[in-house]
């Protein structure tokens, strides 16, 4: 009980189902320092495909409320890659803890590897954010680069419906055509995309890159 108390505490905020287990997943493993509190609303998905991000972001304030107040969390993470990092920039401003954004520290990474920089995405309403995430990151880094985009939302929709291996096998098609153009890395866009890193190992001649391991570095900094 005692180490238990010891513990720091962390909040994911998330806006997918299929993003709760890879960050559960991770954390236990790699961070057991950490307390983990997932808070999720996948009605938020609905918001953002709608264009209707002033209500996603109350929402989202709602949540790092409670994430803070209920839960005593010191930090908290948005998993979504919807989300603008202006969004969480203003979160973080209004929230009295650190807000982060999951996938900022793998752009960063993303830039540093090439010019040429992939990115794969299951849900379409992704793209638009995580662009402008890594262009932010480019122009942070003072690097030119040129983002090439492919999204599959086939596969998005199988592993909503439980058909994960549907969703691997697109995805890793959908990675093998960005590789084809050239690309140096392959960012993959949601957090639930992880989940093929084990099918992808030695398969491809480019890295991909997830958010999960940049996202700990950056939690640790935070708290630190």
């Keep these: 009980m ?90 973080a401003a209004s929230a009295g803890l650190p807000v982060l954004k999951i996938d900022y520290p793998m752009a960063r990474r993303a830039v540093r590897a090439g010019r040429l920089i992939g990115v794969a995405a299951t849900f379409p309403p992704t793209l638009g954010p995580t662009r402008r995430l890594i262009e932010a990151a480019a122009r942070e880094a003072g690097a030119e680069i040129e983002i090439v985009e492919d999204v599959t939302p086939e596969a998005y929709e199988a592993l909503l419906s439980g058909d994960a291996e549907r969703h691997d096998r697109l995805l890793l098609d959908c990675v093998a055509r960005l590789e084809a153009k050239g690309v140096s890395v392959v960012v993959l866009a949601q957090v639930s995309m992880a989940r093929v890193l084990p099918a992808a190992e030695g398969r491809f001649g480019v890295p991909l890159l997830t958010s999960l391991h940049t996202s700990l570095e950056a939690i640790r900094a935070a708290l630190a």
């Design 2 to 91: 005692a180490r238990d108390m010891e513990k720091r505490r962390v909040a994911f905020v998330h806006t997918s189902p299929a993003a709760v287990g890879p960050v559960t997943h991770f954390y236990k493993e790699a961070a057991p320092e950490l307390e983990v509190t997932n808070l999720l609303d996948d009605g938020l998905l609905r918001l953002l495909a709608a264009g209707d991000a002033a209500t996603a972001e109350a929402r989202l304030a709602d949540m790092i409320g409670v994430a803070a107040g209920t839960y005593g969390a010191e930090a908290a993470m948005v998993t979504c890659s919807s989300v603008s990092l202006e969004t969480v920039e203003r979160l």
